[in-house]
């Protein structure tokens, strides 16, 4: 059972190559799972709390992006429209549900480290763009 946005229309706009202006408009209202790679302190301590116990951090922590590498050396940020994409690419991962803006706005600070998205990767039907175009959309 699927638990997260409900990207089919995105999922079809990406099959006609002919549909792509429509495809970046229903881009910028999606949201994708974005595969991290969480921190070894995340979840320290979280199994000795009970039910309606705070849980604080005992220092800072978060994640990393699990990005792929392409064959010449090129870093890229993988996406995907629902879990089951991710799935069917044979991505193993945590990951976090997103908005696309909001990752845009994230990469702003990251564009050097990386050379594309891809959405779907790794999957029958997929699309990449270049990091510095894709931010520009927003």
Do not use: W
């Not at 990393?64 to 879990?83: K, W």
């Not at 845009?104 to 480290?113: G, I």
């Amino acid at each position: 059972m699927e638990h997260g946005p409900d990207n089919t229309k995105l999922e079809k706009l990406m099959e006609d190559p002919q549909k792509q202006e429509e495809f970046i408009e229903e881009l910028r209202k999606s949201q994708l799972f974005l595969p991290v790679i969480f921190s070894e302190n995340m979840f320290e301590g979280i199994e000795d709390s009970k039910p309606g116990d705070v849980f604080t951090l005992k220092e800072p922590s978060g994640y990393d992006i699990n990005f792929l590498t392409d064959n010449n050396g090129n870093r890229a940020i993988p996406l995907f429209t629902s879990s089951e994409k991710m799935e069917e690419g044979g991505l193993k991962s945590s990951a976090m549900v997103i908005y696309v803006p909001d990752l845009a706005n994230m990469f702003k600070r990251l564009k050097n480290n990386y050379k594309y998205i891809a959405i779907n990767p790794i999957c029958e039907i997929g699309a990449d763009m270049p990091i510095v175009p894709f931010i520009k959309l927003f």
